[in-house]
């Protein structure tokens, strides 16, 4: 069963999205800042983080540039979650070491698909 | 008979004397030919005629003084105390007669004579009249100390010398009048050429007319210029007609310079106060005589010259006529140089009336840059006084070291080319101003002399458009973030709704489903219109940028076809993509790129039943307008297509084909407002083909490769 952090602010879209994941079989675990996020993924092993761009404490950005510089987490595949009304947030987040990225609001096929490419990749 | 005379001796008439006598002859007429002026013809005469072979040995030659009537003494041999310019007067002397009928007159005996002014005092006496043209000039006098001393043969003889030295005589005058006419003619040259000097306009008038008076020796005169608007003739100058007629108007044919410029000849009124045709502007003039001649170039009227004698002895003649006739196209020519001067002057005067009253500073510079001019506007922008500025170096003027280079770059260029820019210039107090400049050559008779450059200031404009970005700035702000906002909530209503509908249909209960999918499908509707006028609002800010990127065309496609899946699937629709083998790679913004291809298939999804939906991909080249190679992606449908009146408000915002269509179809009307002005940032563009009921096709065309927008691509 393959381990997801999901970092994210909002309660709604956490509660949501880890609610949907884990009826699709995962096991998800739940960060609600940037800087949470980047200690969790360093104290526990994770098979993929998805993770929102906008979050409070350290951003998205900043948290995956971390994990990056991490030798433990760097090869965690990491989903970049952005709002569509930030253009351009996709080329940052593959800037900063994200290796893919999803818009929200989620669709859960779509994000499913991309999740499941980069699990298989890593196995 | 007596033989102690010459003259009695040839009476002897001996075969040799007579050849001796055709020499001494053909010597005088060698003498008097030679001779270079009529006093050397004079001398020439007595002495030839004293030859011992002739035997004359007292003569002398008088000429008539027109004037007095005398005859002065020219030459003479033979006689004893005589003055050199000795004067016999009217009504004294033998020789009065033949000057008076032009006949040869002989006095056998001067003693009977009471008119014999003594010379010799005894014997006889010969006077030969000198004609020249048909007039008496003068009179050869020959003498003897015997009475009777003259026959027939010395009649002839000194006929002939008479005639001969009259010839020479009147050949001579000719010469010395021509050399008066050219004497006369320098003068006149001397004249125009101080003409040419003056160009004020009233001052060559005032000499031309000075000069015409002096000239021609008259009483006085004046000059009219012509005036082509009114047709009339104005009285500029005026000299001693016997009133002030500067300002005088004539019409043409009106007086003496009226009928002039009308009769484009030189006319000569004998006694003017009988003349019909006086103007009766001058009734009160004293003038006796007027000789008046238009002033043409070419056949152009220019003006008109009038001079007049007050002294009723004095009349004009064809002398002065040529005179006038000399003068008078000089006068013109003077006349109409100083009218251009005036004319060039004004314009100057225009000019430098324009420049100072410019708002905008202006100043010009010379090929080192040095400033040749500024205006006021100039003086009040940076500080300087015209005087402080004239002949430094502009750009060591009003820049400092930061800006030095960059301003000396506009300089040199402006030298060859027009440059404009903005930038900010230092005044005299050391505070900094914000310009906007333009320079230009300036180029005279094809020679680059210089340049001119023009100062605006903008600071009130830099201020206006700064707190127009700010305000910009502001709404872009406010619209992303209340779009944030509401995308939030949605995003749990559409999430949760989703959510639900899974569960739902997991726990078997279907209809409560369908109610779902419409709370659903509802909030996606929401925020793609949402997302739509968030977009639109930020391409008419121009805030949109462009993320230019590398990608696989095939890739994009198959993410595009599947996102695109749901919506084909639900009005029943086939979907056919076409592509050619090798679509390779683009550069390009790949989000656009995807974006404008979801609309252009959700809208054919949209706008058609059951029917064939085909996206066609090409890689083709060279297509007007593009250079090098582009991507055509084409969507084509067999919908409800459309008239050509709905096509051409297609890519207006917020239109839809029908206001009906928004009711039945949804969507929002943004989505190819949106499709043609990413098209547009790539440089590409967007075309329609459609006819009701036969579907539309939609084609798109992008470079290969998007060149950078002059915006740049740096992330917000």
Same mark, same amino acid.
């Given at each position: 069963?393959?381990?997801?952090?999901?970092?994210?602010?909002?309660?709604?879209?956490?509660?949501?999205?880890?609610?949907?994941?884990?009826?699709?079989?995962?096991?998800?675990?739940?960060?609600?800042?940037?800087?949470?996020?980047?200690?969790?993924?360093?104290?526990?092993?994770?098979?993929?983080?998805?993770?929102?761009?906008?979050?409070?404490?350290?951003?998205?950005?900043?948290?995956?540039?971390?994990?990056?510089?991490?030798?433990?987490?760097?090869?965690?595949?990491?989903?970049?979650?952005?709002?569509?009304?930030?253009?351009?947030?996709?080329?940052?987040?593959?800037?900063?070491?994200?290796d893919?990225?999803?818009?929200?609001?989620?669709?859960?096929?779509?994000?499913?698909?991309?999740?499941?490419?980069?699990?298989?990749?890593?196995? | 008979?007596?033989?102690?005379?010459?003259?009695?001796?040839?009476?002897?008439?001996?075969?040799?004397?007579?050849?001796?006598?055709?020499?001494?002859?053909?010597?005088?007429?060698?003498?008097?030919?030679?001779?270079?002026?009529?006093?050397?013809?004079?001398?020439?005469?007595?002495?030839?005629?004293?030859?011992?072979?002739l035997?004359?040995?007292?003569?002398?030659?008088?000429?008539?003084?027109?004037?007095?009537?005398?005859?002065?003494?020219?030459?003479?041999?033979?006689?004893?105390?005589?003055?050199?310019?000795?004067?016999?007067?009217?009504?004294?002397?033998?020789?009065?007669?033949?000057?008076?009928?032009?006949?040869?007159?002989?006095?056998?005996?001067?003693?009977?004579?009471?008119?014999?002014?003594?010379?010799?005092?005894?014997?006889?006496?010969?006077?030969?009249?000198?004609?020249? #043209?048909?007039?008496?000039?003068?009179?050869?006098?020959?003498?003897?100390?015997?009475?009777?001393?003259?026959?027939?043969?010395?009649?002839?003889?000194?006929?002939?010398a008479?005639?001969?030295?009259?010839?020479?005589?009147?050949?001579?005058?000719?010469?010395?009048?021509?050399r008066?006419?050219?004497?006369?003619?320098?003068?006149?040259?001397?004249?125009?050429?101080?003409?040419?000097?003056e160009?004020?306009?009233?001052?060559?008038?005032?000499?031309?007319?000075?000069?015409?008076?002096?000239?021609?020796?008259?009483?006085?005169g004046?000059?009219?210029?012509?005036?082509?608007?009114?047709?009339?003739?104005?009285?500029?100058?005026?000299?001693?007609?016997?009133?002030?007629?500067?300002?005088?108007?004539?019409?043409?044919?009106?007086g003496?310079?009226?009928?002039?410029?009308?009769?484009?000849?030189?006319?000569?009124?004998p006694?003017?106060?009988?003349w019909?045709?006086?103007?009766?502007?001058?009734?009160?003039?004293?003038?006796?005589?007027?000789?008046?001649?238009?002033l043409?170039?070419?056949?152009?009227?220019?003006?008109?010259?009038?001079?007049?004698?007050?002294?009723?002895?004095?009349?004009?003649?064809?002398?002065?006529?040529?005179?006038?006739?000399?003068?008078?196209?000089?006068?013109?020519?003077?006349?109409?140089?100083?009218?251009?001067?005036?004319?060039?002057?004004?314009?100057?005067?225009?000019?430098?009336?324009v420049?100072?009253?410019?708002?905008?500073?202006?100043?010009?510079?010379?090929?080192?840059?040095?400033?040749?001019?500024?205006?006021?506007?100039?003086?009040?922008?940076?500080?300087?006084?015209?005087?402080?500025?004239?002949?430094?170096?502009?750009?060591?003027?009003?820049?400092?070291?930061?800006?030095?280079?960059?301003?000396?770059?506009?300089?040199?260029?402006?030298?060859?080319?027009?440059?404009?820019?903005?930038?900010?210039?230092?005044?005299?107090?050391?505070?900094?101003?914000?310009?906007?400049?333009?320079?230009?050559?300036?180029?005279?008779?094809?020679?680059?002399?210089?340049?001119?450059?023009?100062?605006?200031?903008?600071?009130?404009?830099?201020?206006?458009?700064?707190?127009?970005?700010?305000?910009?700035?502001?709404?872009?702000?406010?619209?992303?973030?209340?779009?944030?906002?509401?995308?939030?909530?949605?995003?749990?209503?559409?999430?949760?709704?989703?959510?639900?509908?899974?569960?739902?249909?997991?726990?078997?209960?279907?209809?409560?489903?369908d109610?779902?999918?419409?709370?659903?499908?509802?909030?996606?509707?929401?925020?793609?219109?949402?997302?739509?006028?968030?977009?639109?609002?930020?391409?008419?800010?121009?805030?949109?940028?462009?993320?230019?990127?590398?990608?696989?065309? #095939?890739?994009?496609?198959?993410?595009?076809v599947?996102?695109?899946?749901?919506?084909?699937?639900?009005?029943?629709?086939?979907?056919?993509?076409?592509r050619?083998?090798?679509?390779?790679?683009?550069?390009?913004?790949?989000?656009?790129?995807?974006?404008?291809?979801?609309?252009?298939?959700?809208?054919?999804?949209?706008?058609?039943?059951?029917?064939?939906?085909?996206?066609?991909?090409?890689?083709?080249?060279?297509?007007?307008?593009?250079?090098?190679?582009?991507?055509?992606?084409?969507?084509?449908?067999?919908?409800?297509?459309?008239?050509?009146?709905?096509?051409?408000?297609?890519?207006?915002?917020?239109?839809?084909?029908?206001?009906?269509?928004?009711?039945?179809y949804?969507?929002?009307?943004?989505?190819?407002?949106?499709?043609?002005?990413f098209c547009?940032?790539?440089?590409?563009?967007?075309?329609?083909?459609?006819?009701?009921?036969?579907?539309?096709?939609?084609?798109?065309?992008?470079?290969?490769?998007?060149?950078?927008?002059?915006?740049?691509?740096?992330a917000?």
């Amino acid at each position: 069963m393959p381990k997801i952090l999901l970092v994210e602010d909002n309660e709604m879209n956490r509660d949501m999205l880890s609610r949907r994941l884990e009826r699709k079989g995962f096991e998800v675990a739940m960060a609600f800042d940037g800087r949470q996020g980047v200690e969790m993924a360093k104290s526990d092993g994770y098979d993929l983080i998805l993770m929102d761009m906008s979050l409070p404490e350290i951003d998205g950005w900043e948290a995956t540039r971390q994990l990056r510089a991490e030798p433990k987490t760097q090869a965690v595949p990491i989903i970049a979650l952005t709002a569509h009304a930030m253009a351009g947030d996709r080329e940052r987040a593959l800037e900063a070491g994200c290796d893919d990225y999803d818009t929200k609001p989620i669709e859960l096929p779509r994000l499913l698909a991309k999740m499941e490419s980069l699990l298989g990749k890593t196995e | 008979m007596s033989d102690h005379t010459h003259a009695a001796e040839r009476h002897a008439n001996p075969r040799g004397a007579v050849a001796r006598r055709q020499a001494a002859l053909l010597r005088l007429s060698t003498a008097i030919a030679a001779a270079q002026d009529e006093e050397a013809i004079y001398r020439s005469v007595v002495n030839g005629l004293q030859d011992e072979a002739l035997g004359y040995n007292f003569l002398g030659v008088f000429l008539l003084d027109p004037e007095t009537g005398d005859r002065v003494l020219q030459a003479s041999v033979g006689w004893p105390d005589v003055p050199p310019d000795w004067r016999v007067h009217r009504g004294e002397g033998l020789s009065e007669q033949a000057l008076m009928d032009g006949k040869l007159h002989y006095t056998p005996d001067v003693t009977r004579e009471s008119k014999y002014l003594p010379s010799l005092s005894t014997g006889s006496e010969l006077d030969v009249p000198l004609r020249v #043209d048909g007039q008496t000039i003068g009179v050869l006098v020959v003498e003897s100390a015997e009475p009777d001393a003259f026959g027939e043969e010395d009649f002839e003889i000194l006929t002939a010398a008479a005639n001969q030295a009259a010839i020479a005589v009147g050949r001579a005058r000719l010469l010395v009048a021509e050399r008066l006419r050219a004497d006369e003619h320098k003068a006149l040259l001397d004249t125009m050429a101080d003409l040419s000097a003056e160009l004020e306009l009233p001052r060559v008038l005032q000499a031309v007319l000075r000069r015409a008076v002096s000239l021609l020796g008259v009483t006085g005169g004046e000059v009219a210029i012509f005036e082509e608007e009114s047709q009339e003739l104005l009285v500029v100058a005026s000299q001693d007609i016997g009133k002030e007629s500067t300002g005088t108007r004539l019409k043409l044919g009106e007086g003496a310079m009226g009928t002039v410029a009308r009769t484009h000849e030189p006319l000569i009124i004998p006694s003017y106060h009988e003349w019909l045709g006086r103007s009766g502007k001058y009734a009160d003039v004293t003038v006796h005589s007027v000789m008046a001649a238009p002033l043409l170039i070419g056949r152009r009227l220019v003006g008109a010259i009038a001079t007049v004698h007050s002294d009723p002895e004095r009349v004009f003649g064809p002398e002065d006529l040529r005179l006038l006739n000399l003068f008078a196209p000089q006068a013109a020519i003077a006349i109409e140089n100083a009218r251009l001067y005036t004319a060039a002057q004004r314009q100057k005067q225009y000019f430098e009336e324009v420049l100072q009253n410019s708002p905008v500073a202006i100043v010009t510079l010379d090929r080192d840059y040095r400033i040749y001019s500024c205006n006021p506007a100039f003086e009040r922008l940076f500080g300087y006084a015209s005087a402080e500025a004239v002949g430094r170096n502009l750009d060591e003027l009003i820049t400092t070291e930061a800006s030095r280079s960059e301003a000396e770059q506009y300089t040199r260029d402006a030298l060859d080319r027009a440059v404009h820019g903005i930038g900010r210039r230092r005044r005299k107090d050391g505070t900094m101003v914000d310009v906007e400049v333009l320079g230009v050559p300036v180029i005279v008779d094809g020679e680059r002399v210089g340049l001119m450059g023009l100062y605006h200031d903008i600071t009130e404009l830099l201020r206006a458009r700064q707190e127009a970005e700010a305000a910009n700035s502001a709404k872009s702000q406010f619209l992303a973030s209340m779009s944030h906002e509401l995308r939030t909530p949605l995003n749990a209503i559409i999430g949760y709704s989703e959510m639900l509908h899974e569960e739902v249909t997991d726990l078997g209960h279907a209809q409560l489903g369908d109610d779902l999918e419409k709370i659903n499908t509802a909030g996606r509707h929401l925020l793609s219109l949402i997302n739509n006028v968030l977009d639109l609002s930020k391409i008419e800010a121009g805030r949109m940028d462009l993320f230019l990127e590398e990608f696989d065309v #095939d890739a994009m496609l198959d993410d595009v076809v599947t996102t695109a899946r749901p919506l084909v699937d639900k009005n029943a629709n086939r979907l056919e993509v076409r592509r050619n083998a090798q679509l390779g790679r683009m550069r390009a913004d790949l989000t656009k790129v995807r974006q404008m291809l979801l609309n252009l298939l959700s809208n054919a999804c949209k706008f058609t039943e059951k029917g064939n939906i085909i996206l066609d991909v090409q890689r083709r080249a060279d297509e007007e307008p593009f250079e090098g190679e582009l991507i055509a992606l084409s969507v084509s449908d067999t919908g409800i297509g459309m008239t050509e009146e709905q096509m051409d408000r297609l890519f207006e915002a917020f239109s839809q084909a029908e206001a009906s269509t928004t009711s039945k179809y949804g969507g929002t009307g943004l989505g190819l407002a949106i499709t043609r002005r990413f098209c547009e940032m790539m440089g590409g563009d967007v075309a329609v083909q459609s006819a009701p009921g036969e579907g539309t096709t939609f084609t798109v065309r992008l470079p290969a490769a998007v060149a950078p927008s002059p915006a740049g691509t740096a992330a917000e």
